[in-house]
């Protein structure tokens, strides 16, 4: 069964520079979320959007921002990028109908 | 603000023990997950739990939820080393759609 997918695996950056986290969902499901995971730390949600629309969001920072385009999936840009940007950056899918969120891969975050 | 506790953070068992780990939250909800974390991986999804009173099992881990208490317990059964990893309860409140995240337990099974 098709899963959520997530690209880059892994990507490096310099402090100040961009990055773009990409997520294709789950056929069919039509709410992504981002998730920030740092070390040894539980996931914390970001942003989600639902139908194209954001639908709720958490501790995103302004440096961030992200949208869900017409095929539904989501970009996760990232702005003068910190150190403390440095994670795991989760994004998950859903149905409405459905009450279960499944998970990508993970794009691993290294900011030098 | 949405409160996810877990305890403990920290188990160390021995294979074939036997062992609880609780979720308590702050809110409104009946939607509670148990995610399975292994280092540097995919959160992968163990249990959903949607009503009061919801008890699933597979294997050798029972999930079960009380709404009135705001409570969720992961009671693991004749422990292996193959179950260490963290694992993680999730809320997600009456009042939104995302899945709000305990801290986590990590779980080592030492023989």
């Known amino acids: 069964a098709a899963g959520v997918i997530q690209s880059p695996r892994h990507l490096i950056k310099e402090k100040r520079e961009t990055a773009t986290l990409k997520c294709y969902p789950i056929?069919?499901?039509?709410?992504v979320y981002w998730y920030q995971q740092g070390p040894g730390q539980d996931p914390q949600f970001l942003i989600s959007f639902y139908e194209k629309m954001q639908s709720d969001k958490g501790s995103i920072p302004d440096r961030f921002s992200a949208q869900q385009f017409s095929d539904y999936h989501s970009e996760l840009n990232m702005s003068s990028l910190e150190l403390g940007d440095s994670a795991l950056y989760f994004c998950a899918s859903s149905s409405l109908m459905n009450t279960e969120a499944f998970f990508g891969q993970g794009t691993r975050l290294t900011v030098v | 603000e949405l409160k996810v506790e877990q305890n403990p953070l920290f188990l160390s068992m021995q294979e074939g023990k036997n062992y609880t780990i609780y979720c308590n939250y702050s809110t409104t909800s009946d939607r509670l997950y148990w995610y399975r974390q292994d280092p540097g991986k995919s959160l992968e999804s163990l249990f959903v739990l949607l009503s009061n009173g919801a008890v699933k099992q597979e294997g050798r881990l029972m999930a079960s939820l009380d709404t009135k208490a705001r409570l969720s317990t992961l009671h693991i059964t004749a422990a292996v080393h193959d179950l260490s990893a963290t694992y993680f309860c999730a809320v997600v409140p009456d009042s939104g759609y995302a899945l709000n995240f305990g801290k986590g337990t990590s779980l080592l099974v030492t023989p």
């Open positions: 056929p069919r499901h039509d709410t």
